[in-house]
C-alpha cells in the first residue's frame, strides 16, 4: 500500500533561514508525490507535485521540494523563511482511482 | 479556496441528530472527496466519487453518508450513528485520468460540534 510519513510534529526555523519539511514515501509503482499548506480553519491549498523527470519540484510561495529515489524521500524546502509561511504542512502520495493520502501534517512555526 | 464552496462554516448538531455539509464545486470536476481532520492525524478519507451517480468508502465510512446527483455537488451527511462526530470536515475536487498527477482542490472546510 502506498503511504507517506513526516516524522516531525513541529519544526521551529528562525526568520530568514533556510527550512526543510520532511517526508519519506512508500509506494510500489512510480511515485506521484505532492505538498499542501493549511492555514488556520481553511482548507489545504497545493504548493507542488512530483511526477517525473527533474528531481527538483519549484511550487507556489517559494517553495520547493526535493525528491530523491535513493532515501525515498521528498523533502519541502526554502531557501529563506517568513513568518508568514508558519502553517500546517501535508505531504501525500497518489493511490489508486486517483485517491491521495495524506502524511500526518507537520507544523511549522517561524520565529521572528 | 477557489472554485470550492462548503457551507456552513460551523454547524453544531445535538446528540442523536443527522446533519448534512454542503459542497459545491464550480471546477468541472469529475471527482469529489470529503475528508475529516482531527488533530495530529491530519487527514482521513470519509467518501469520494469519481463520477455522477456513483460513489465510493474511503477508509472511515462508518456513520455518514453521500449522494452526487449533480456533477457539482456532492453532500455529506453525518448520521447520529456516528460515535464521534466533532472534526473539521473538507471537500475536495479534481479531474479523473491524464496518468494520475491530479492534485485536488479543498474548499474551506466545516467545523461540525456535537453538543
Known amino acids: 500500500a502506498q503511504s507517506v510519513a513526516q516524522p516531525e510534529d513541529q519544526v521551529n526555523v528562525a526568520e530568514g533561514n533556510p527550512l526543510t519539511v520532511k517526508c519519506t514515501y512508500s509506494v510500489s509503482g512510480n511515485p506521484y508525490l505532492f505538498w499542501y499548506v493549511q492555514y488556520p480553519n481553511r482548507g489545504l491549498q497545493f504548493l507542488l507535485k512530483?511526477?517525473?523527470?527533474?528531481?527538483l519540484v519549484k511550487g507556489s510561495y517559494g517553495f520547493e521540494a526535493e525528491f530523491n529515489k535513493s532515501q525515498t524521500s521528498f523533502h519541502l524546502k526554502k531557501p529563506s523563511a517568513l513568518v508568514s509561511d508558519s502553517a500546517l504542512y501535508f505531504c501525500?502520495?497518489?493511490?489508486?482511482?486517483?485517491?491521495?493520502?495524506f502524511g500526518k501534517g507537520t507544523r511549522l512555526h517561524i520565529l521572528p | 479556496d477557489g472554485g470550492i464552496t462548503q457551507s456552513p462554516k460551523y454547524l453544531f448538531r445535538k446528540e442523536g441528530q443527522n446533519v448534512t455539509l454542503s459542497c459545491e464545486q464550480n471546477l468541472n470536476h469529475d471527482a469529489m472527496y470529503w475528508y475529516r481532520q482531527d488533530p495530529g492525524q491530519g487527514l482521513r478519507l470519509i467518501y469520494y466519487s469519481q463520477i455522477v451517480n456513483d460513489f465510493q468508502k474511503g477508509d472511515i465510512a462508518e456513520g455518514y453518508s453521500v449522494s452526487r446527483e449533480k456533477k457539482e455537488s456532492f453532500p455529506l451527511t453525518v448520521t447520529s450513528a456516528q460515535k464521534n462526530p466533532t472534526a473539521f470536515y473538507l471537500c475536495?475536487?479534481?479531474?479523473?485520468?491524464?496518468?494520475?498527477?491530479?492534485?485536488?482542490?479543498f474548499g474551506p472546510g466545516t467545523r461540525l460540534t456535537v453538543l
Open positions: 512530483y511526477i517525473t523527470g527533474d528531481n
Open positions: 501525500a502520495v497518489r493511490d489508486r482511482d486517483d485517491k491521495i493520502i
Open positions: 475536495a475536487s479534481s479531474i479523473v485520468g491524464g496518468g494520475g498527477y491530479n492534485e485536488q482542490f
